[in-house]
C-alpha cells in the first residue's frame, strides 16, 4: 500500500472497497457456489477478493473491475481446487434448494417447474460449458472478458456457449415434447442425456 | 476471432451464429470492425429464413437461461465479514484478520437480514425481525420480489412558482386544537384585481371530519389504456411473459402488464393463447405485436351534463386526471386531421397544463385558490375555476444525485437532438456540485461520451451535452448495462441513483430483448437504481403494454415529450426524490347553494362511476396527493337569478346574514396526513382534517379575470368546439382564440404558445371542413 496516503485517501479508498463490496458480493457469491461445495467456502473466496481489493488502486482497475473480481474468485477457486484435488461441484445442491423453498402459490408453479427444468438440465453439461453459460448469463460478461478470466480464447469461449445453448434447447425441447410432461420433468434424472 | 468464416458460409450449427443472436464475440460493439462484420452478417441472415429461425431459437434460449439463472439465491456477505474487509481496507498494515472459523459464518442472521432488505428496499429498513424476515423472505423469493414502491404517475403538473398576480386564498387546516374556531383566513390579497377573487369567508376548525366525501373508485379515473382490446399477438407475449415470470396474480410490479392481460384475455383464450404464444418463436410474435398494437379507442365519452343544485348539491372531481387528451388531439391536428371528439376530454386538456397557484402557507399540505366570472360561452353562467396545490417537495436537503444519461437517438433526427441537449443543459443548472452526471451514446458507436462527473466540474458537463449525437437507435440491452455500469460508479447509498433513457420512436425491441430488459431493469430496481425512459417526439404515452416498451418495475418511469418543454419538465421531475406524499384520502367536496345555484356542471368526462354527488363513503386509504402536485377543475354554474327567480331559495339570500348562504358554492377538502413509513398505521390513527371554504358569487365579465382563468376557459372551450359540445354555447373560434391569447401569461416553457398555435391549427381544419359541425341550435 502506497505509505503517502493521506487519512483522506484511505477514506476513499474504503469507501470504494464498501461500494464495491455492496453491489458486486451477491455476483460473485453466485459465481463461487458453482465454484466450490458450500456457501462458507464461497464467502471465504468471495471475502478473499475484496481483502485483495483494499490493495488495488482504484485507478489502477477503473473499466475493469468487474472482470478483476471475477479472476480473483476464478483464481482462488482453481488454488483451493488444487490444494484440495478436487474440481468444483456442480450446482445440484443449488437447484435442489431453489426447488426446495416453501411452496408458492399456485400460479407461479407452472414457471418455477420450468425454472427446475433448465437449471437441472444446465447441471447435466460439461463444467466447463456450464461456468461459460453462468459466467454470460448469470453474470452478464462478454465473450471477451469471459476469455480473459478463463485464460480460454474468445472462439473458445463462443464454442461452449454455442454447444451448450443448443444442447439445452435440444433437451428442453425433447422435455417439452408430448403428454406427461411434467411427470417426465420432476423425474428427470441430471445424468441421463438421451 | 480473426479466423470467423464468412457469414455467407454459415450453417444453422456455426458457433458464430450463436455469437451474432446474442450479439456478442465478435458482435460486441466494443470490437473494432464490428459494423462491418455485423453488417455483412445481417445480409447473410436476411437472406436465410433458416438462419434467422435458428437466431430466434437461440435467443429463446439464452433469454430462458438467463431468466432462470438470474433467480437463483441471492446471497450476501455476513456482516461480520464485510466488517472485517472494510477494518483492513481501513488498516491494511495490520495484516489480514484471522479467519475465525469460516465454517460458523453462516449464522444467517444478517445474511438474511440483507436479503430481506434487497427483496423490499426501499420501502423497508432493516427493522423487522430476522427470522420473520426470513419466513416472507423465503416466501417472496418464490413469487418473485415485489417492489412496493411507489409508481411516480408521469404527468402531473406542477404549479408555477412564480408569485401569483391576483389574489389567493389559503385556506388554513385545523390544527391540533379542534375547540378553536376562529376565522383565521389568511388572504393574500395584493392585485388590483382582487374582486375577482372569491374571498375567504370560514376557515371551520374542526378536530374530526366524520364524512369522507366521494368514492375512492370516483377519483382515482386515471387513463388507461390498458382497457383497449390487444391484439392477439400482443396478448399471447403478455401471458407468455406473465407465465415465464409468474407476475399475474401476484399483484407485483408490472401492475400495467396484468391490467392489460386481465382485461384482454378471457380464461378460455388465455389457455390457448399461451399454447400459442410457446408456439410461435418469439420473433414473430414481437413483430406482430409490433405492428398490430392499434391506437387505443376509448368509447364514446359524454360530457357530463347539468345537474340540479336543489336534488344534487355535492361534488367532487378527479384527483388524478389522465394525460393523453392533448397529445392526441396534437397528433392528430399535426397530421392535418381532426382529433376524434373521443380523444377530446376537457378535464385532462385543462390538467395538461400548470397554473400559478400559491403555495400551502405554514404547514398545510394544500391550498385551494377560486375564482369565479362569467361563462366566455354563456354569459349569464358562472365558470368557476377551481385549483388546488400541494405543497411543494423540499428542494434543500434533497439527497445527493447521480444521473446517467443514456441517448439513443436515429441520425437524422437532429431536431430531437437539440431538445434532449437544451432539456440537459437545464437539467445541469439543476443539478448541485456534489451531484453527477454522466453521458453515453446508445447506438452502433455507442460510447460513453462523459465518465460520471461531478456537477461542480460544470464546464465538463456543458461540454459533454454539446458533444452529443444522434447517432443511433436505442439498441437494447448493451446500452443500457453499460448506462447502468456508469451509474455503478457513482452510486449514492440511499441517494437518487438515475438511468435516463432518451429515445426517439425508433426503438427496436428485438425477440427476448424486451424480457431481458425487463429483467435488467428490475435488477437495477432492486439496487435502488431507477430508470426513466423519456420518449422524444414520441406523440401520446408511451404505452407500456404495448412492445417494444418494457413495463416499469416500480419506481420507473415512461414519459413521453413531444415537445423541449415536456422534455424539460420530465427530466427535472426525475431530479426530484421519489414523490413525497404530502396528504392521504384527499377528497374534494363541492356543495353548491340551492339558494345561488340553480344547475352546476363539471367541465368533464362522464366516466364509468357517476361524477356527480360523492357518497358517503368509510375513510379510505384512496387518493394521494404528492409534493408539488396541483388540480385544476371547472364548473359551469346556473345562477338561481338568471333562470328561475321564483325560486323558493332566491329569495332567502336576502334576510340571511353575511355568510354561507350567500355563497355561490362551498369547497371542503378533506385529508389526513400521510403514514410516515409506519406500515401498520392505519388510516383511523390519523385524525381526519379538512380545509374549507366559502365561495362568494361576482358577477363580471371573464374579460376581466386573471390570465389563468382565461387560460383554462380556453383551454376547455377548444375542447369544446373540438366536441362540437351542446353545451358551448355561443362560443366561436374565435372567442378561444383571444382567451388562449390574453390568457398567455409569461408561459414560460412555451406551452401555452404551443396551444395558440393548435388552436390555431384547429380552427383552419374545423372552418374549412365542409363535413360536420353544424351550428347547435
Redesign the interface.
Known sequence: ?NPTHTSNQ?QE??EW???T???H??EL??YA?SLVED??????L??DV??KL??QEPESLRGRL?PWLFTVVRNQAMDRHRRESRWPRAAEA?AA??AG?????S??V???D??RN??SL?TTLPPNQREV??L???N?L???EISQLTRL???N???L???A??T??QR?ERLDAGPGVSQARSNLHPSSPQ | MKSTPSPADWTPDSPELTAFALKDGPFDPSVPGWAEHRAAAEQAVALSALLRAEIGEIRRIADDVETDLTREAIHRLSADRREAVLAYARNPERGLPRRSSARSSQDGNSGWHRFWSVLTRPAMGYSLAAATALSIGLALWNAWPSEPGPSPAVAILSGGSNAPAEASLSISADRSTPTQATATATATATAADAPLIAQPREDILRGESPRAWGSPGRLTGSSTPSESPESPASVAALVAQVKRYGLAPSADSADVLSGSVTSAARPAAELAQKSQARQATPATSAIQAKTSAPRPRAQTTREIPFQSAATTPRSTFSLKPGNTSYPQIRKALQEGQLPSPDAVRLEELLNYFSYDYPAPSGSDPVSAQVEVADSPWSPDHRLVKIGLQARPAPTAGRPRANMVVLVGLSPGSSARLSWAQRSLQALIDALDGPDSLALLIDGPQGRIILPPTAAADRGSLIRGVGALRAEGAPRGLEGLRRAYALADQRHVPGGINRVVWIVDGEFSAEAGTREALELLIREQTEWGVLLSVLGLGVEGPLEPSSPPWMPPPGGSTYASAATPAEALAVLRRELQPTPTTVAENVTVDVRFNPARVDQWRLLSQESRESATAPKASPTHSGVQIDAGQSITALYEIVPTRSTDSTRPGSGSELAAPAGSSSDLLNLEVGYRSPANGRVQDSAESRPARSLQMGVADVSRSSDAATADYKFAAAVVGYGLMLRDSPFKGDLTWEKVQTLAEEGQGPDREGYRAEFLQLVRKARGLQEGSVQGFKPKE
Request: glycine share 2%; with cysteine; aromatic share 8%.
Open positions: 500500500m484511505t479508498q474504503v472497497v464498501r461500494v463490496m455492496e453491489r458480493e451477491a457469491l453466485r457456489m456457501l462458507p467456502s464461497a464467502e471465504d468471495v471475502q475484496f481483502f483494499c490493495k468487474v443449488e434448494e431453489v423453498n416453501s411452496p408458492t402459490p400460479a407461479s407452472q414457471t418455477r420450468d425454472v433448465l437449471m444446465l453459460v453462468r454470460k448469463f448469470q452478464q462478454s465473450y471477451r480464447s474468445e472462439t469461449v463462443g464454442f456457449l454455442h454447444t445453448l443448443k439445452l434447447r428442453f
